[in-house]
Nanobody, 113 residues
């Protein structure tokens, strides 16, 4: 059974930083592309960033230059380093394993102005 568990969310002031983690179990993590998505109240879930098994990353334009996705294949973990946070980054952030379309439970990020 594939399981994704996010952590690292919280409340931060605008301009601050947070690092989200997602630990994956039950799958062959090293061969799977992984992604981060977010959903703000009243809005659809949107793509934030993704990383291939080989480490190639791509980002939504809204976070490019501020967020960095990375992965540790030995520890089955994908990270999202978020810097220069803005109030509009406030959302529940979800980890996704593209193969099989598995999702974590989400972690809340709140950025105050």
């Amino acid at each position: 059974q594939v399981r994704l568990v996010e952590s690292g969310g919280g409340m931060v002031q605008a301009g601050g930083s947070l690092r989200l983690s997602c630990v994956v179990s039950g799958s062959i993590f090293g061969i799977n592309a992984m992604g981060w998505y977010r959903q703000a109240p009243g809005r659809q879930r949107e793509f934030v960033a993704a990383i291939t098994s080989g480490g190639y990353a791509n980002y939504a334009d809204s976070v490019k230059g501020r967020f960095t996705i990375s992965r540790d294949n030995r520890n089955n973990t994908v990270y999202l380093q978020m810097s220069a946070l803005k109030p509009e980054d406030t959302a529940v952030y979800y980890c996704n394993q593209l193969v099989g379309n598995y999702w974590g439970q989400g972690t809340q990020v709140t950025v105050s102005s």
